[in-house]
């Protein structure tokens, strides 16, 4: 009795779980009364199926109701004297200026005053990449012969009829991309912008550029090995820079990092540092994305 | 900049102090460094081409804060303190803000070693399921949902919680399709899909009571709720609202019959019960939000 | 009915925002296509950004740059909704790409898209 026991803990300590089939097999053996002849197993499935519909749309139609009777009771849309626009919100205006050295409120808000929500959202991306390349990078498990057979004859026809016009277009283009995406990361804290939208950008022009010219230049500048590069780097920094701005708010300790003259590039203290790190991690994951789905390889 | 930055860091120990706070004592930065640590060891994890050199990162860092969540539980319940960390330069309700208390501690503990556990448990299995390249990134999300979980367990803003439970989910969506077969994946989807929901619901709720109370910060909440409460303003919507945050927060921790399904689906036989560290986390998740809420109790009373 | 249409058109913005949520919702747990769940998520992240959008818009007043030295806190909307709203795209767009590649590796297994195709043809292999 023990040993059987033992070797139950066992097998559930391992993962092994009875299959639920057996058991309820084992549990019907149990019951002593004969059931009635069940219905049909395509008849249960289709009541199954549309009393789910019906139940759903029920669901739904009284979720879109509570939520609209709830929305006729908020605040009125556009009037001065909502809860939304207290002191924290007369703060972030009045003296954000002065505290983060950002002329741009958003800005300012996001990467210094309420900088730990940006950080998970930071990293909330790169997991996203991360699980990417957990699912498609090229392994063992998710090579398909055939496609890849089929892919190699795409490439052929493609390099064998050249798109001249697209070429040429994204010669002129994309330098003019990368530029105003450069341009949108460094005057985060002076324009509408940022580290996200700019990286957005520059991911786009890269994009623009495999897409013409073909993976292969590509991997000429950014590859695997870079792009691991970078991302750490940038992330670390970001990670590192914010951690000290936190100890030393915490601590009651002054932090040393030179606001600037408003309005100048080099000011706001690490907003621009942080832009720059965010602009980088996301233009890489921007392409990662394309590139792992296309692809499966950078 | 960063190289100034790191000489000026030793020098500040020993400088002097502003006005505005002295030095903390040190136990209080504990819960700051224990999800610091777990995000800092996240990010450079790709760096570790073995999986082996992923697996002792992991494993020493979660022992590490293990540590320091005991140390911190012990100076806490000494004497039943409760304090409050600033994330910044800026008090509540300008900046973020994480609190700690004994049960916090005595969560963060918890669920350190419940991953210290669910690491050691898995690793033969994940040494032989997973791919060379990809045991380091396996490691990289186990690393991010504990330092999920921890974040969840001190944070003292509402949006913070939001965009913690979206880290938790992603890094426990990977850690279910790790073993890279069709079934993993088709749980995967399910499991992300009902979370989805989840979220959305909780998001929109998060959305309204800003809406009506204009504060994120969890204390400010609940001194603002209590005074909604007593004027009687508002009173339909702070219903709704919690009945959204909680649908929201109790869809993603399966607890509901419609979800049943995902417990079993997602620990795909003949796995060590470590790696249902997802599900354990989904409760943890809704612990975490307990606690929070009771923290936030005139939300709860005017629910009734 | 008059009163009801007024308190439509006066919370526009939400009302639309409230209905592309269900929309999104619905279509998130009914669909079967599963690229149609993945935009149905992103209909739902989206209504739910217009939502915010629409907190924090004051009448009159423009967008949180400060301009001309004004420092008053009347002449600018309210910032913090934009920044709630950019950490939100963020996430959206992050799981959004997790999902669209968990879906490639369904279809490079199965060659469909359709959610109780691949549970079919997953079970059949299970057996």
Redesign the interface.
């Known amino acids: 009795m023990g040993k059987k026991f033992l070797s139950k803990f066992e097998n559930?300590?391992?993962?092994?779980?009875m299959p639920?089939r057996e058991r309820h097999v084992r549990s019907l053996h149990r019951k002593k009364h004969v059931q009635a002849e069940p219905l049909p197993e395509d008849v249960r499935i289709n009541r199954f199926i549309h009393l789910y519909?019906v139940s759903?749309?029920l669901?739904?139609?009284c979720?879109?109701g509570?939520?609209?009777?709830?929305?006729?009771?908020?605040?009125?849309?556009?009037?001065?004297n909502?809860?939304?626009?207290?002191?924290?919100?007369?703060?972030?205006?009045?003296q954000?200026?002065a505290?983060t050295g950002a002329?741009?409120?958003?800005a300012g808000?996001?990467l210094?005053?309420?900088?730990?929500?940006?950080?998970?959202?930071?990293?909330?991306?790169?997991?996203?990449?991360?699980?990417?390349?957990?699912?498609?990078?090229r392994?063992?498990?998710?090579i398909?012969v055939e496609?890849d057979v089929q892919e190699k004859h795409e490439r052929e026809i493609e390099k064998a009829n050249e798109d001249i016009i697209l070429k040429r277009i994204a010669f002129l283009i994309v330098p003019c991309i990368l530029l105003f995406g450069m341009y949108v990361v460094l005057n985060g804290h002076l324009?509408?912008g940022?580290g996200?939208s700019g990286g957005s950008i520059m991911g786009g022009g890269l994009i623009l550029f495999a897409a013409s010219y073909g993976a292969a230049r590509v991997k000429l500048f950014f590859n695997m090995r870079t792009f691991?590069t970078i991302?750490?780097t940038a992330?670390?920094?970001y990670?590192?820079?914010k951690?000290?701005?936190?100890?030393?708010?915490?601590?009651?300790?002054?932090?040393?990092?030179p606001l600037g003259t408003?309005g100048a590039i080099l000011s706001a203290g690490l907003i621009l540092?942080l832009d720059i790190c965010v602009g980088f991690v996301v233009a890489c994951t921007m392409y990662g994305?394309y590139a792992?789905?296309s692809r499966g390889e950078l | 900049?960063?190289g100034a930055?790191l000489s000026?860091?030793p020098a500040?120990l020993f400088?002097e102090?502003?006005a505005?706070?002295?030095?903390?004592p040190w136990y209080?930065?504990i819960p700051?460094f224990s999800i610091?640590l777990l995000?800092?060891a996240?990010?450079?994890m790709?760096?570790f081409r073995k999986g082996k050199g992923g697996f002792c990162l992991a494993m020493g860092v979660s022992l590490l804060v293990a540590a320091m969540s005991a140390v911190l539980l012990v100076k806490l319940s000494a004497n039943g303190e409760r304090f409050t960390?600033?994330?910044?330069?800026?008090p509540a309700?300008?900046?973020?803000e994480i609190a700690a208390g004994p049960l916090e501690a005595l969560l963060a503990l918890m669920f350190s070693l419940i991953e210290a556990l669910a690491l050691l448990g898995g690793r033969k299995d994940a040494a032989s399921d997973i791919?060379e390249?990809?045991q380091s990134?396996?490691y990289?999300?186990m690393c991010?949902l504990q330092a999920a979980m921890l974040?969840l367990t001190y944070t003292n803003?509402i949006?913070?919680a939001y965009?913690?439970i979206?880290?938790s989910t992603?890094?426990a969506?990977?850690i279910v399709?790790?073993r890279?077969?069709a079934k993993t994946?088709v749980a995967t989807i399910r499991y992300l899909v009902i979370s989805l929901l989840g979220s959305g619901l909780f998001l929109?709720g998060v959305v309204?009571l800003?809406?009506?109370?204009?504060?994120l910060l969890i204390p400010q909440l609940g001194e603002?709720i209590a005074e909604l409460v007593a004027t009687g303003t508002?009173t339909?919507?702070l219903t709704?609202?919690a009945g959204l945050l909680f649908i929201g927060v109790a869809i993603k921790c399966a607890l509901f019959r419609f979800t049943r399904g995902f417990r079993?689906r997602t620990?795909a036989?003949?796995?060590?019960?470590a790696?249902c560290f997802p599900a354990w986390c989904s409760r943890g998740i809704s612990y975490c939000w307990s606690s929070s809420f009771t923290r936030c109790s005139p939300l709860s009373s005017s629910a009734r | 009915m008059k009163e009801f249409l007024q308190?439509v058109i006066?919370?526009?913005?939400?009302?639309a925002a409230?209905?592309l949520?269900?929309i999104g919702?619905?279509n998130l747990?009914?669909q079967k296509n599963l690229l149609r769940k993945v935009m149905a998520f992103n209909v739902m992240d989206s209504s739910v950004f217009l939502f915010l959008a629409?907190?924090?818009?004051?009448?009159g007043?423009i967008?949180?740059?400060?301009v001309n030295n004004d420092?008053?806190?009347?002449t600018?909307i309210?910032?913090?909704?934009?920044?709630l709203v950019?950490?939100g795209?963020?996430?959206s767009?992050?799981?959004s790409?997790?999902f669209?590649?968990?879906i490639?590796?369904l279809y490079?297994k199965y060659h469909t898209i359709e959610f109780d195709e691949i549970m079919t043809l997953a079970k059949k292999e299970a057996e």
């Open positions: 559930w300590l391992n993962g092994e779980e639920l519909h759903a749309v669901v739904a139609v979720l879109v509570v939520l609209l009777y709830t929305v006729f009771h908020l605040p009125l849309f556009g009037s001065p909502n809860p939304a626009s207290n002191e924290v919100a007369q703060r972030y205006i009045e954000g200026l505290e002329v741009n409120a958003v808000m996001i210094d005053y309420r900088a730990f929500d940006t950080f998970g959202e930071s990293n909330v991306l790169f997991l996203a990449i991360c699980s990417v390349i957990v699912l498609l990078l392994d063992q498990n998710n398909v496609e324009s509408p940022g996200f691991r991302t750490t992330l670390l920094c990670a590192l820079s951690a000290y701005s936190f100890f030393t708010g915490a601590n009651g300790l002054e932090s040393h990092i408003p540092i994305f792992f789905i | 900049m960063m930055a000026i860091g500040l400088s102090v502003s505005s706070g002295g030095m903390l209080q930065n700051f610091f995000m800092i996240g990010i450079v790709p760096l960390y600033m994330m910044g330069h800026y309700p300008w900046g973020n791919l390249p990809k990134l396996f990289l999300m991010e974040a803003d949006f913070t965009v913690f979206e880290i992603l890094a969506c990977s399709m790790a890279d077969t994946i929109i309204m800003y809406c009506i109370t204009g504060h603002k508002y339909e919507p709704i609202v079993l620990a036989r003949r796995r060590p019960r790696r | 308190t006066a919370y526009r913005y939400e009302t409230m209905i949520f269900g919702f619905i747990l009914l629409a907190q924090g818009y004051i009448e007043r967008a949180p740059i400060i420092l008053s806190a009347t600018y309210n910032p913090i909704p934009s920044g950019l950490t795209i963020v996430v767009v992050s799981v790409a997790f669209l590649a968990l490639l590796r490079k």
